[in-house]
């Protein structure tokens, strides 16, 4: 893996690593990368109506200024998608696991999801960010999300970054845990050439030789926060405590860590009721374990500023 040299500033990096560029992120109302330290709480994946309601009222009361929630899930496995099982608060029973459904049938159950949660944000003044997979998708989500994230399997997807490049909306781009932040400022020079400024860099763990914990292939890699300081000074940085641990009991330290590091907001995945999420239920926290560490946070964010 090659480190970022003189000649990668001059010639491949020249526009994301400019150090006189003011770069206005704006989610919603909420914008990020200021003094305001902005923390995007929600579920892994939208499981229905009442869940995404109950969860937003208490990230909202728990200082939480933006909610994620997903609907295109990249899955590691063909089965179990979550588009294919009904609400959580319907009286369907349970479907085939192993149905593998077709676009136009995940659109639908993705897009109702999605109302959901705009529902959800705008009840509760949260502007709402969701991963995009499929570029086709991008005008539809557009009518629901305020903000969009490119997950890390999709950091250098062409036809995400083309179209994405085209909307206002601001983006959140993940780095894959496998990649360097050369890469990762590679990508950004991408949307930059394009045209496409108003973005965030995301961090979710890099791979280590262990983790102390055998349910992880990643490690929160909090020296890459003044790295990308130093190389990209303009774009604001999220930690993603939760996929980086993959495990619920190490995510407050990590967050408390992150934000002394200065890095300006995280990305936490919160669910009314953890052990039992759809997806990602070993990381995500409960509602009580979410306010005591925005309370924590909000004190380390205070004393540092
Ligand atoms: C997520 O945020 O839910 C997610 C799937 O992210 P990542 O791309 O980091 O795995
Ligand atoms: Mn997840």
Redesign the pocket.
């Known amino acids: 893996m090659k480190d970022i040299s003189q000649t990668d500033i001059q010639n491949n990096i020249p526009l994301v690593t400019r150090r006189d560029f003011k770069r206005e992120i704006k989610a919603g109302e909420v914008y990020i990368g200021g003094n305001e330290l902005v923390v995007m709480a929600g579920p892994?994946t939208i499981e229905g109506k009442k869940q995404i309601m109950e969860t937003a009222k208490a990230v909202r009361d728990a200082g939480a200024k933006m909610m994620?929630g997903?609907v295109f899930?990249?899955l590691t496995f063909p089965y179990g998608e979550p588009l294919g099982q009904p609400d959580t608060d319907s009286n369907e029973p349970p479907r085939d696991r192993m149905k593998i459904l077709n676009k136009r049938d995940l659109y639908q159950v993705a897009e109702r999801r999605l109302g959901y949660f705009k529902e959800a944000g705008e009840k509760f003044g949260l502007p709402i960010i969701s991963?995009i997979m499929y570029a086709d998708s991008l005008d539809m989500m557009s009518e629901y999300v305020d903000m969009f994230?490119v997950?890390?399997?999709h950091m250098f997807n062409m036809d995400l970054i083309e179209a994405l490049s085209k909307t206002k909306k601001p983006i959140m781009i993940?780095r894959h845990y496998g990649e360097s932040l050369r890469s990762l400022l590679g990508v950004a020079e991408h949307f930059e050439a394009r045209g496409k400024h108003n973005f965030v860099f995301c961090e979710?763990g890099v791979v280590a030789p262990h983790t102390h914990n055998i349910n992880s292939r990643a490690i929160l890699d909090i020296q890459a926060i003044p790295a990308l300081k130093e190389y990209a000074p303009s774009v604001p940085v999220i930690i993603?405590p939760s996929?980086a641990t993959f495990k619920r009991s190490y995510v407050a330290a990590m967050s408390r860590a992150a934000i002394a590091a200065g890095a300006d907001g995280l990305?936490i995945e919160v669910h009314p009721d953890p052990e039992n999420a759809w997806i990602?239920p070993l990381q995500a926290l409960g509602f009580t374990d979410f306010k005591k560490l925005m309370k924590d946070i909000r004190a380390i964010h205070d004393a540092i500023r």
């Open positions: 892994c994620r997903g899930k990249p991963e994230q997950g890390y399997r993940k979710r993603d996929h990305l990602d």
